[in-house]
């Protein structure tokens, strides 16, 4: 990856941050308390809103460019965060490490997304949450799905792996977890494509 990765993403991604993601960030992070992993921790889009009761944050981005850009940005704080160069299907936390996982809108870009969510899983302690913001396949529109899925090939090579048409919500059922709560809720100020999106927390089982 170039090391304008960082550079290109939060420059394509910062009117949908002003528009919509920011709330969606604060609202969904505020609850948190403990020890945290995020997977795909990108450029760090939700360090501003870990709040005071997070007492480890651990962020794992495997992308050199990405990474650089999170490393500068986690300088800026007042709080030791933890950076690993790892992919979510490669964790190599011990059983049981964090009270919490984050991940937002890293499940469309995965290589392996049962893999990753099981790897999560198992480093969750019982009863822990993982809280998630993904864009997803288009659930209410028939139209723009097919067109999801025809320029998916493409997009993928375009977009470092990302998928328009990932059934996030059913794949994190199968590796295991309750849905706690859920909302789906059309991304503004992005293409169309992307729109579609379910953000909530999802519980391992105690």
Known sequence: MSSLTGFIYDRVMA?????CLRDWRRELLAGLQGSVLEIG???GA????????????????????MRGALTARA????RAVEIRPITAETLDFPDAS???AV????CCS????????????????????????????AWDDP??????????????????????NRETEQAIRAAGFAIERIQRESMRKIIPLVRPSIRGVARKPA
């Open 103 to 106: 991940s937002t809108l890293v």
């Open 46 to 65: 939700n360090l501003a809103f870990y709040p005071a009761a997070v007492q480890r944050i651990v962020l794992c981005e495997p992308d050199p460019g």
């Open 143 to 164: 139209g723009r799905r097919r067109w999801q899925d025809r320029l998916n090939p493409l997009w993928r090579r375009l977009a470092s792996n990302c998928h328009l």
């Open 110 to 137: 995965v290589g392996d997304p049962a893999r990753a969510l099981a790897q999560i899983r198992r480093v969750l302690k019982p009863g822990g949450s993982l809280v998630f913001l993904e864009h997803v396949a």
């Open 15 to 19: 009117q949908a941050e002003v528009a």
């Open 75 to 78: 300088g800026a704080l007042q």
């Open 41 to 43: 921790a990108g450029t």
């Open 98 to 100: 964090f009270d919490h």
